[in-house]
């Protein structure tokens, strides 16, 4: 699915998203459990009204941890990007399809951060500010360390690169 000259992201990318998705499900499956035992605690349901709601949250748990295990997987395969000498582009999205062109010259500065995961899966994610007030700060995740730095150094302004 990439196109030419386009790159895809690290596969590593797709493990980060899915450690991601089921803390993301685990947190609100909880809380939706604490929320309903609280109300259930409140109001004191029939055992048949109890029933159907521990089957809706158990419904909607794995519903949703299914979701977010399958959908890195799948946005996986429409994520890619190319640096060449006009700046950056960006392509990503299933159903939305978004294109980012970053131009080389409106590039201020540029960074590489990880999270804890990310760092966990040796990725990093690159950062571009650009000139501007509006979407002045456009990230790509999914790079290994060292691509992420690459593309950093070549994104570089070029008044920025002679300077010692």
Known sequence: ???????PLDPRIIDVRQTVG???????S????????????????????????AGGWLAVS??????LWRWPVISYRY?????????LEIRRGVVWRSIVNVPQSRVQHTDVSQGPIERGHELSTLIVH????EHARVGLPGLARPV??????QLLPRDGRDAV
């Not at 699915?1 to 790159?7: H, L, Y």
């Not at 794995?62 to 979701?67: E, F």
């Not at 650009?130 to 007030?133: Q, V």
């Open 79 to 87: 994520a890619s990007y190319r640096i060449d000498d006009a700046g």
């Open 148 to 153: 992420a730095i690459a593309l950093r150094d």
């Open 22 to 28: 089921l803390i993301t499900s685990a947190v609100l």
């Open 1 to 7: 699915m990439v196109p030419d000259g386009f790159q």
């Open 130 to 133: 650009t000139a501007g007030t």
């Open 62 to 67: 794995a519903l949703l941890g299914w979701w």
């Open 30 to 53: 909880a809380a939706a459990l604490i929320a309903l035992a609280s109300v259930g605690f409140a109001v004191r349901p029939s055992w048949t009204i109890v029933s159907i709601a």
